[in-house]
């Protein structure tokens, strides 16, 4: 059955002009891009974003990078997206990515990892509303 994702761009694969490249790997896998969009947010931002990871070590870390130039976030549709989005942006590290997977052949490390991809239903919804509105998603 049809599901909705949520993906960005992260700001190392922005500045390095992979945006394109990774559209394409998107698009070759099937999926239909709903709404996409060019900007950048502030530490507070990406900390509301973030939550859910509030009490990790790498938190100061991840909210300083998401928040230190233009991302692209977007909103995915396709059969099992949500699982498949994961499988195509391959493993949080880099070093331990399949070949081919998106965060193999344009991430650098573990925390400066090109993509992001919602985990579950419940948070691509939060994910989804916490970049987009609701006129966006036709
Ligand atoms: P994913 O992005 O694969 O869903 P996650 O939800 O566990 O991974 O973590 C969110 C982001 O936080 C991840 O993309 C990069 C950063 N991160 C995770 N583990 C890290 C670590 N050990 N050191 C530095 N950054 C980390
Ligand atoms: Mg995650």
């Known amino acids: 059955m049809s599901q909705r994702t949520f993906s960005i ?39 509301g974003f973030y939550h859910v990871h509030a009490a990790r070590p790498f938190f100061g870390e991840l909210t300083e990078f998401m928040s230190s130039g233009p991302i692209f976030p977007m909103v995915l549709e396709k059969d099992n997206a949500i699982a498949d989005l994961r499988k195509l942006m391959g493993a949080t590290n880099p070093a331990q990515a399949e070949e ?34 609701g006129i966006e998603l036709q």
């Open 9 to 47: 761009i992260k700001p190392d694969a922005v500045r390095k002009g992979y945006t394109a490249a990774i559209l394409a790997e998107i698009q070759k896998a099937g999926f239909k891009i709903v709404s996409i969009k060019r900007l950048s947010i502030s530490k507070a931002q990406a900390e």
């Open 100 to 133: 081919g997977t998106i965060r193999k052949q344009f991430a650098a490390s573990i925390g400066e990892n090109a993509i992001h991809g919602s985990d579950a239903e419940d948070t691509a919804a939060f994910e989804i509303g916490y970049f987009f509105a």
